[in-house]
């Protein structure tokens, strides 16, 4: 090879490497510069490539068996600062992975706001919880949360639910191959569907089902409304629920004005009731924001972890035995009479409930939550500038091994005479934006196990199918299976 050659060979290589610097440093450039003094505060990190940002090493790792390699490759690249800068879903944001800070920032309303990626704002509605804060959002939840968590409202969905956990069940091993998950999300969607829409009929739950499925798909997408994406045919499946609720409001509307003392039939009528201190109502698109919010976050969540812990259970033989012990047990002292469960025995079931709390640290639904800074605010040490958003990653805090030793492992004995500290659990969030569906959600997985564990059992068709971490973590196959009847028992005993 001639010197020329070399020489060229030389160039192109510092060219390349000067492209390469100046392109990994252009998000930097952008968010940084401007920042002035403060930028010196910001945590350590990387804003990645521009406008992707460090998307790829995301989807990279959550599309892996190890979506905990993630944040490793940040601790490992930065030391376990606990925060790091990073520009995700389209926006220089923090990564807030220790419990201390994740409650920081979850509680401190005065400095953050939600700060959801855009599919997610457009997806539910600009007019959802994830678009309203301060005094809207407060009242909104308190309209709304009572009469879905509270302890009368519980009583009464109660035999609703057990009904058709029943029925439910009974109908599957009749069936033979079934989606699992795709049959729980059916009836954890008739679940919310009867406590806001009781009064409409299958049609309507059909027509929202189908939609609800697609819509999901796009949430957790990178905002590309180009067809063939995620994201564009969760817009038009958003489009087609805003167009089902619609006529349900317009219908509710109308036979209201017909019969202006029409009796309150579930949460649609509650909502068309609802007047603020200052006398103002929700209009059309509040209510269905509202409503599409909630049928969404009401049954995706409890439907996965229901299936997640009755999957735990099957393949933990021990554990399956112990828990099914647990429910013979309660049936077992019911007084002749009672028919079906009642709230007090389920808060018999202690070791069932720490099945519940390990399968929802070990799945963590959200894995991440989004806010915004509203101004300047120090967390931990660090600042996170004003209008960039705080990823309140509650993955790392669920498999932080300091708290939960082989944090990977499914171990509900490890809630033995142990509660964890403020900030280590949170599957339902925490602070003004907790999750108002909890105790629903446990009621619902707790019914569910109780009759599932007593008659049934899971037999999987392809048990070594292998996790999928988005959007959420499930199955690839849904956990295709069969349900079969074990007890010749009366079902509901
Ligand atoms: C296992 C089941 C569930 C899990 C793991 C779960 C998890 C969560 C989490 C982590 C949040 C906090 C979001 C944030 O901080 O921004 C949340 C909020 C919310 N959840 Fe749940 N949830 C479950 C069940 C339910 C159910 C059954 C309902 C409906 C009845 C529901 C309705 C909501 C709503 C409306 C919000 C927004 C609250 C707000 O912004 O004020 N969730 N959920």
Redesign the pocket.
Known sequence: MGLMEVLVGGFVIIGVLIVKWVIRNVNRWIYEMKLGNIRYQLPPGDLGWPLIGNMLSFLRAFKSPNPESFIANFVHRFGHTGLYKVHMFGNPSIIVTTPEACRRV?TDDDAFK?GWPSSTFNLMGRKS??GIFDEE?KWQ?KLTAAP?NGFEALTIYMKYIEGNVITALEKWSNMGQIEFLTELRRLTFKI?MH?FLSSEGEHVREALEREYTVLNCGVRAMAINIPGFAYHKALKARKNLVGVLQRVVTKRREERRGNPSSQKRDMMDALLDAEDEHGRKLDDEGIIDILI??LN??HE??GH?TMWAALFLQSNPDMFQRAKAEQEEIARNRPPGQKGLTLKEIRKMDYLNKVIDET?RVVT??LV?FREAKKDVNVCGYTIPKGWKALVW?RSVHYDPETWPEPKKFDPSRWDNFTPKAGNF????GG???????D??KL??SIFLHYFLLNYELERHNPASPVMYLPHTRPKDNCLGRIRRVSSQNATN
Request: proline share 8%; hydrophobic share 50%; aromatic share 14%.
């Open positions: 979850l939600p919880f994830v959002h939840r879905v919310i406590i919010m909630y976050a009401g969540s409890s972890t929802l639904f959200s939550v509650f949170l599957p339902f969030g003004s934006r907790l999750c108002p569906g909890n629903l959600a619902e997985i």
